[in-house]
């Protein structure tokens, strides 16, 4: 069998094995983003502001809005923005749904006759990017609906209005609107940085341990606004190109592709040395 044709079959065994768990967190996904978008809906309206202006733009810009960095100062109390780690949490499931760590007998045998150990973790990552890939494509679709039911204009412009309802002072917006595609990308290149780390995790840990370090990384990155923090890049309101001050867009992008590229050496070496017969009897 040509390697082409053994690629193909391992990313067609890893489909069949995380199918179910890529659907059930493709759902969960899009009924978060329903429900934070009623939200966000909800308290535009209670605060008085025209929700028929905005557009697709504004819609994923309120769903991505996560906070800016947290000041500290005596008696304020610091709330994590709930909707977005909610959302972000759901996508970093999808790597659970397959076997990296947990190496059975069934893993060993496709191990050995796929004859490379480079292949194997090759179409595990390839699988964790094909899954993020389709939960991304599910929320913007969720999005698009939600603005074509409420009438809005399809644009992906942000306007000034939707940044009233984030915790963004007025004094640090950028002249408005601003396209949200820039931001976009860069929050794809992010959820995918933080996809592999994890699978990567998953492989030298443990699953279970790899999705708390991700937890963790979200939260940190609620709190603390730095490029070293991939996760910044999944926030709007760290989004430099709208607000004045916010995280260096290049930099954290840089450095998103530079731990992308890591996780997937980091795995290679470690999958390439390790005792697979031994690790799979251990687990």
Request: hydrophobic share 50%.
């Given at each position: 069998?040509?390697?082409?044709?053994?690629?193909?079959r391992?990313?067609?065994?890893?489909?069949?094995?995380?199918?179910?768990?890529?659907?059930?967190?493709?759902?969960?996904?899009?009924?978060?983003?329903?429900?934070?978008?009623?939200?966000?809906?909800?308290?535009?309206?209670?605060?008085g502001?025209?929700?028929?202006?905005?557009?697709?733009?504004?819609?994923?810009?309120?769903l991505?809005?996560?906070?800016?960095?947290?000041?500290?100062?005596?008696?304020?109390?610091?709330?994590?923005?709930?909707?977005?780690?909610?959302?972000?949490?759901?996508?970093?499931?999808?790597p659970?749904g397959?076997?990296?760590?947990?190496?059975?007998?069934?893993?060993?045998?496709?191990?050995?006759?796929?004859?490379?150990?480079?292949?194997?973790?090759?179409?595990?990552?390839?699988?964790?990017?094909?899954?993020?890939?389709?939960?991304?494509?599910?929320?913007?679709?969720?999005?698009?609906?939600?603005?074509?039911f409420?009438?809005?204009?399809?644009?992906?412009?942000v306007?000034e209005?939707?940044?009233?309802?984030?915790?963004?002072?007025?004094?640090?917006?950028?002249?408005?609107?601003?396209?949200?595609?820039?931001f976009?990308?860069?929050?794809?290149?992010?959820?995918?940085a933080?996809q592999?780390?994890?699978?990567?995790?998953?492989?030298l840990?443990?699953?279970?341990?790899?999705?708390?370090?991700?937890?963790?990384?979200?939260?940190?990155?609620?709190?603390?606004?730095?490029?070293?923090?991939?996760?910044?890049?999944?926030?709007?309101?760290?989004?430099e190109?709208?607000?004045?001050?916010?995280?260096?867009f290049?930099?954290?992008?840089?450095?998103?592709?530079?731990?992308?590229?890591?996780?997937?050496?980091?795995?290679?070496?470690?999958?390439?040395?390790?005792?697979?017969?031994?690790?799979?009897?251990?687990?």
């Amino acid at each position: 069998m040509s390697g082409l044709k053994r690629f193909i079959r391992l990313n067609l065994i890893n489909f069949n094995q995380g199918c179910l768990t890529a659907v059930l967190v493709i759902l969960a996904g899009v009924c978060a983003v329903g429900v934070t978008l009623w939200f966000r809906s909800f308290e535009a309206m209670t605060l008085g502001i025209d929700i028929d202006d905005f557009s697709l733009g504004d819609n994923l810009a309120l769903l991505l809005m996560g906070r800016p960095q947290f000041e500290f100062r005596p008696g304020v109390l610091f709330i994590p923005p709930l909707d977005w780690l909610l959302l972000f949490m759901i996508c970093q499931f999808v790597p659970l749904g397959f076997s990296v760590c947990e190496l059975t007998s069934h893993d060993e045998q496709i191990l050995i006759r796929c004859q490379s150990r480079n292949m194997w973790w090759l179409s595990k990552c390839v699988w964790a990017m094909a899954s993020v890939t389709f939960f991304c494509i599910a929320v913007l679709l969720t999005s698009t609906i939600w603005t074509f039911f409420m009438g809005q204009s399809m644009e992906l412009i942000v306007h000034e209005e939707s940044m009233l309802l984030s915790e963004v002072s007025s004094d640090f917006y950028l002249s408005f609107p601003v396209s949200i595609l820039p931001f976009l990308a860069g929050c794809y290149a992010g959820v995918i940085a933080l996809q592999l780390i994890q699978a990567c995790l998953s492989l030298l840990l443990n699953p279970i341990v790899a999705y708390l370090t991700s937890a963790a990384m979200l939260m940190s990155a609620s709190y603390v606004q730095s490029p070293l923090l991939t996760a910044n890049l999944l926030s709007f309101s760290r989004y430099e190109g709208a607000v004045q001050g916010g995280v260096s867009f290049e930099i954290s992008l840089g450095i998103a592709l530079l731990f992308t590229a890591l996780s997937l050496v980091c795995g290679q070496v470690y999958i390439c040395r390790v005792d697979i017969m031994r690790k799979g009897r251990k687990q």
